[in-house]
Structure formats: structure tokens, C-alpha cells
């Protein structure tokens, strides 16, 4: 599976983005998929995953209530809705596929090359 994150940019405290994982294959539908995030000096961490059929989510309590995640298996991509956005939401954001959903890093198998979000104060 190769994953491809978009979407992220330079935004306002109190904005929106909302980022996008494609992936290849054809099995998307059998995969987990994360998100994850890594601010600059500090380790990587989880910020929201689906399973496969979009039936289960799990946050991060950092972001709940400000995030969404959502995928549509049928275009293979994942989503990342963020509102209201915090300067400590600043950070590459990476997603990631794996069998199970799950919160820890060590879960996925595949991952993307990472997309930068930039919260302005």
C-alpha cells in the first residue's frame, strides 16, 4: 500500500483544513487507517484513526470535537476535517494504514510522506 497525504498549508487560530490520504491497491477497504502527527523537537503522535468499513473512529483527546476523520473507500482516501484550529496543532501530519484500529505508531505498516500544518497565532 502507498499512501500519498495532501492538503495541509498555512492557517489562522480558529480556521479549517481538511486533509486528504490517497492510497493504492485495491484491499483499502481491509485497512485501518491512522493519522498522526509530529511538531517540531517532540516524538510522533496519534491523532485519529478509522477501521476499514468507517464504522469505528478513536481520538486523540487533544482534538475531539475538533477533528474528523472520515474515509471513502470507494476513491481509496482518507480525511482529516480539522475546525478550530490551535497554534499547537502545528506539525507534519502523516497518515497511516494498518489491520487494526489503533492508537499506537507501532500498529500501522504503511505509512505517508507527511504534510505540513502551520497554525498561525
Known amino acids: 500500500v502507498q499512501l500519498q497525504a495532501s492538503g495541509g498549508g498555512l492557517v489562522q487560530a480558529g480556521g479549517s483544513l481538511r486533509l486528504s490520504c490517497a492510497a493504492s491497491g485495491r484491499t483499502f477497504s481491509s485497512y485501518a487507517m491512522g493519522w498522526f502527527r509530529q511538531a517540531p523537537g517532540k516524538e510522533r503522535e496519534f491523532v485519529a484513526a478509522?477501521?476499514?468499513?468507517?464504522?469505528?473512529?478513536r481520538y486523540a483527546d487533544s482534538v475531539k470535537g475538533r477533528f474528523t476523520i472520515s474515509r471513502d473507500n470507494a476513491k481509496n482516501t482518507v480525511y482529516l476535517q480539522m475546525n478550530s484550529l490551535k497554534p499547537e496543532d502545528t506539525a507534519v501530519y502523516y497518515c497511516?494504514?494498518?489491520?487494526?484500529?489503533?492508537?499506537?505508531?507501532?500498529?500501522?505498516?504503511?505509512w505517508g510522506q507527511g504534510t505540513l500544518v502551520t497554525v498561525s497565532s
Open positions: 478509522i477501521s476499514g468499513s468507517g464504522g469505528s473512529t
Open positions: 497511516a494504514a494498518g489491520w487494526l484500529i489503533a492508537t499506537f505508531a507501532q500498529e500501522y505498516d504503511y
